[in-house]
């Protein structure tokens, strides 16, 4: 690969007193350490996305950053065994930007560990031409695998997030150099 990979993490949560921050910081940190990819955060909470969809200079610029990004990976919470309405309107907003490239998923609650939310938002970024990630970062009961430090010594969520961002690094290069020899038919 000639140049590091864009990532872009889609923070989801945008409830009073959330938990994300937690779980995007460490996996944060996980994903800065692999020279594979140049990260930036897109903390849903910060990023002013109309509930109507209706274009705003916000939008613009969310679009463009999108449609810079190689790869995607989403931290989401499950509420009410799905994701939060913040991730649907994240998705919706934008429409061509988000076509040929790949989305990981990193899910956390409690007895579930997000996986409910990860298999309903599979079926939205198919809708969207994406390529979904097999491999999942899971945190069952969240609040209990983590430190005061935001560290966790969960083996399983920290093998699962080496899986994933290997995938999504062969993913996201497979997929740039396909979109710069030939667009993606729409």
């Known amino acids: 690969?000639?140049?590091?990979?864009?990532?872009?993490?889609?923070v989801a949560s945008v409830?009073?007193?959330r938990f994300a921050p937690v779980v995007a910081d460490w996996f944060l940190r996980t994903a800065r350490a692999d020279p594979a990819f140049?990260?930036?955060?897109?903390?849903?909470?910060?990023?002013?996305?109309?509930?109507?969809?209706?274009?705003?200079?916000e939008v613009e610029a969310y679009r463009?950053?999108?449609g810079a990004a190689d790869?995607?990976?989403v931290v989401t919470s499950e509420y009410n065994h799905g994701y939060p309405a913040s991730v649907k309107t994240a998705l919706d907003i934008v429409k061509h930007e988000w076509r040929a490239k790949p989305v990981g998923f990193v899910g956390y609650g409690g007895l579930s560990g997000?996986?409910?939310?990860?298999?309903?938002l599979r079926q939205v970024v198919a809708e969207l031409h994406m390529v979904s990630i097999r491999e999942t970062v899971s945190?069952?009961?969240a609040k209990r695998k983590f430190d005061r430090d935001?560290?966790?010594a969960d083996g399983a969520a920290i093998d699962a997030a080496g899986r994933l961002l290997r995938q999504l690094a062969w993913w996201g290069g497979a997929l740039r150099t396909a979109r710069a020899s030939d667009p993606y038919p729409a």
Request: net charge negative; proline share 8%.
């Open 114 to 120: 997000g996986l409910r939310a990860v298999e309903q």
């Open 1 to 10: 690969m000639d140049s590091a990979l864009r990532l872009e993490v889609i």
């Open 38 to 57: 140049e990260v930036g955060v897109l903390d849903l909470l910060t990023t002013p996305l109309p509930a109507d969809l209706s274009e705003t200079p």
């Open 150 to 152: 935001g560290n966790t």
């Open 15 to 17: 409830r009073p007193g």
């Open 71 to 73: 790869a995607f990976v």
């Open 64 to 66: 463009q950053r999108i």
């Open 139 to 141: 945190f069952h009961e």
